[in-house]
Structures are given as C-alpha cells and as structure tokens.
C-alpha cells in the first residue's frame, strides 16, 4: 500500500516551518498501517513560486466580485513558503532513508499548464499529482469558505460537474502530471448528479488517454459526501480500462497519515486489484496491496524500484 497524498500543514496554517522529523513520524504511522511508501504532495499554491507565475489567474469574466475577491484571500493567505527549501526538506528526508518520494499536488491552472510545466521541471520529483479544486475560479470544495459553498446553490449540479470534468480532461491531456488525485473530487460538499455515468466514462477516458494513474483517497470518508474518491462506479471503470492506481490518505496532519488504508485495501480487493503503481523520479513501477508480514521493517528503498513498468 501506499499514502501518495501528504500535506505538511492543514489549511488554516501557513506559517509553520519544514521539518524532517514530521515526515518521519508520517512514515512511522504509515508503516504501523502496512503502507510501505509515502510522498509528500503540498499544494502547488502554498509557494511563493507559484504566486509569481499565477497569482491573480482567476481574474476573467466569468468570475463574480464575491468570488474574485475570496480567490484573492486565499491566495494571499497560503502562498507563503519557499519551493526550494520544500524540495530540500523532502529529499533530505529521503536521504536519511525514510520510505518517501517527492511530489506536488499540483492544481489545475487553465490554459497555463504548459508553464506550471516548466516552473516544475526544474526540481527532481518523484511524482505529480493534478488534482481540480477550482473550475474559473470557484473552489466548489472549500468547506470552509461561505462565498463558495453558496454557489452550489446558485448553479445546476450537472453543469458543476461537466465545468469540472472538462477541467480535469484539460489537465490530463497536458501530460504535466503523473496521477489524477481525488477523481471525484467536484462531489465533496455533498452534490452528486443523479446519474453521474457519463462523467465517470469521460474521467475514466482522460486517464486512459493520458496514460495517467487515478488515486484511490480516503479523504472523501472525511468529507460530507462520507465516501470514498473515487465512488466504486468510476473506481470500476479505472480497473476495467487498466488505469493503474495508488492510494493516498490526503492528510493534512499526521492524525490522518494512512487513514483508512484497511478500508482501502479491502475496497481493492473487490475489484480484483493486487498493484498499486509508485514513482521515483516520474517512473512507474508497481508496489503491493498486500500488508506486508509483521516483524521489523526498515525505511529502505521499496523492491522492484527499477525497471518494473
Ligand atoms: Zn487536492
Ligand atoms: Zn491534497
């Protein structure tokens, strides 16, 4: 098993420093939950990079005041810390031999994936996450933030789900990244087409076409939707169409590293899936379900790291 999604710090901080030792008691948590490598994910939008490049990429328009001005906050608020000394933080991590890559969740910027493309391309990750968390501005899944919880009830469902699925097809077929992350992610505040289908062939389509892994999140079991990314109908398409899949956690803290990876694994098995896929310098190779034996196990490179896929 894998935790292929992990956060240094939840939303509400930004001002907390990089430390080694948080990643290694990430990887003591995982390890006791039978998840035997980890990758640090933070958010594209949490560096100062990142801002330089895209700050202000919501302002067309499409997007209300209300909205602008809460993407503008937001922005403002998480922007904070340094791409670089993230990147020396985890591979110092990794060379002290704990069981962990380097990655990025890696927010979808429209039309600008061709730049994110090659802010990033200058830093050794591992794997790139590409995850949606705002179509034209809007975060329909910041549970926190009034302004975009009130748009759910101002716009149609299935017209919320197409405007994220559309994104999601952009994003993939930009080739920036390795791994879909939360698929489903559009339903987390609880609003679900009553025949959602046809997005799912189209999600399912997107990785197909891009050659990109889905991850299996937990994070959903903590959202108001209560249920896993992504639902079992659009999880059996992936395995139908062979999108090779990882799973994640998407902690934000370390309550949360490896959470549910028991209900995961069982979920795998009932769509017959034996390998998840992991990635060391954007190179897929495969990597157990399975929970290894008990009995003492070190933070070494996980088997098969080479030349597997
Ligand atoms: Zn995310
Ligand atoms: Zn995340």
């Known amino acids: ?32 939950a039978g998840v035997t490598e ?8 949490r560096f100062r ?117 559309y994104a999601m097809e952009e994003l993939a077929a930009s080739g920036a990244c390795d791994v879909l992350a939360h698929p489903d992610v559009i339903k987390a505040a609880g609003y679900v087409p009553d025949a959602p289908a046809e997005w799912w062939d189209r999600l399912a389509e997107a990785a197909v076409g891009s050659g990109m892994a889905a991850e299996l999140s937990s994070s959903g079991w903590r959202k108001p939707v209560d249920e896993q990314y992504p639902a079992l109908g659009l999880l059996e398409r992936f395995v139908a169409r062979g999108v090779p899949l990882t799973t994640a956690s998407d902690a934000h803290h370390l309550d949360h590293v490896a959470h549910r990876a028991d209900d995961m694994r069982t979920l795998l098995g009932s769509v017959g899936v034996g390998a998840l896929q992991g990635y060391r310098e954007r190179r897929p190779y495969a990597v157990p379900v399975s929970r290894p034996p008990a009995g003492p196990v070190g933070g070494s490179a996980p088997a098969g790291a080479e030349g597997t896929a």
């Open 49 to 165: 990079q990142a801002e330089a490049l895209l700050g202000g990429f919501w302002n067309d328009e499409r997007i209300s005041p209300a909205l602008a001005e809460s993407m503008a906050e937001y922005w403002k608020f998480h922007a904070t810390v340094d791409l670089d000394a993230y990147v020396a933080c985890a591979q110092e991590a990794k060379d002290a031999g704990l069981p962990l890559v380097i990655g990025l969740e890696v927010d979808f910027y429209e039309g600008q994936m061709d730049t994110v493309a090659s802010l990033l391309a200058g830093y050794p990750f591992d794997v790139l996450l590409g995850s949606v968390h705002w179509v034209g501005g809007w975060r329909f899944d910041d549970l926190d933030d009034p302004v975009s919880m009130a748009e759910w009830s101002a716009r149609e469902v299935d017209d919320c789900w197409d405007a994220y699925t």
């Open 38 to 45: 980890l990758a640090l994910t933070e958010h594209l939008f």
């Open 1 to 32: 098993m894998l935790d292929y999604h992990l956060h240094l710090w939840p939303h509400h901080e930004h001002d907390t420093p990089l430390r080694v030792e948080q990643l290694a008691d990430y990887c003591a948590q995982a390890e006791a």
